[in-house]
């Protein structure tokens, strides 16, 4: 059974414009919500990410927005740049040994 | 060498061959992680060792056998594997395993089972 559910599978966003990327939990013992950006043959590296206690997280272009009665959070790129295309995945954790339940990813292209 | 690196890059292998993953991180954190990434699904958690201990099995095959002589190295040795096994297999490492810790991966391992 998937815990996190994100949306769209893919997406193809001009430059300047933003990327929404969605996803969606059941668990609401989740309590930590990061993003992890992968680049072709690269491991994920972290991007960003929130705690339930706040509803947005800004760091320069990457905003988180986090709906917790909805059980929803989504990634937002602004200015979308070409270096921006990769996969982006969502992700939440609710146990002390860091265990991540990962999104399927968002494969995001950004076009000149 | 720094980060997490993992070798060997590339697998190509049969059914009946044996060979090992290797993961090694230059960060001085205390867990370490395997993962399986499929083509359009979640990361898949394998194994967890906090401290050379596994911490997590994610009931995995026992054609999959970890390894973790210390903190810094992590093998995933493979045996009579099967072509659904064909995946980028991905190691990470983490301060020390906590909730909220940051995982840094390496590049990964892109198996492929004949």
């Known amino acids: 059974q998937q815990q996190v559910k994100q949306s769209p599978q893919s997406l193809i966003v001009q430059k300047g414009g933003i990327s929404i990327i969605n996803c969606a939990y059941e668990?609401?013992?989740?309590?930590?919500f990061p993003w992890y950006q992968q680049f072709p043959g690269k491991g994920p590296a972290l991007l960003i990410a929130?705690?339930?206690?706040?509803s947005e997280k800004k760091e320069g272009r990457f905003t988180i927005s986090f709906n917790k009665s909805a059980k929803q959070f989504s990634l937002h790129i602004m200015d979308s740049q070409p270096g921006d295309s990769a996969t982006y995945f969502c992700?939440?954790?609710?146990?002390?040994?860091?265990?991540?339940?990962f999104g399927a990813g968002t494969q995001v292209v950004v076009t000149p | 060498e720094t980060g997490v690196t993992q070798t060997p890059r590339h697998l190509v292998m049969g059914m009946t061959n044996k060979k090992s993953l290797k993961c090694e991180q230059h960060?001085?954190?205390?867990?370490m992680y395997w993962y399986k990434q499929s083509a359009k699904k979640p990361l898949e958690l394998m194994f967890v060792y906090s401290l050379e201990e596994r911490v997590e099995n994610n009931s995995v095959p026992s054609r999959f056998s970890p390894e973790c002589p210390n903190s810094s190295h992590l093998f995933l040795h493979l045996h009579t594997l099967q072509p659904e096994d064909s995946a980028l297999y991905l190691c990470?490492?983490?301060?020390?395993?906590?909730?909220?810790?940051?995982?840094?991966f390496g590049p990964g391992t892109r198996l492929t089972v004949l």
């Open positions: 929130i705690r339930p206690d706040v």
């Open positions: 960060l001085g954190h205390n867990a």
């Open positions: 668990n609401t013992a989740f309590d930590y």
């Open positions: 990470a490492s983490s301060h020390s395993g906590g909730g909220e810790d940051t995982q840094y």
């Open positions: 992700a939440a954790s609710a146990d002390s040994w860091g265990k991540l339940q």
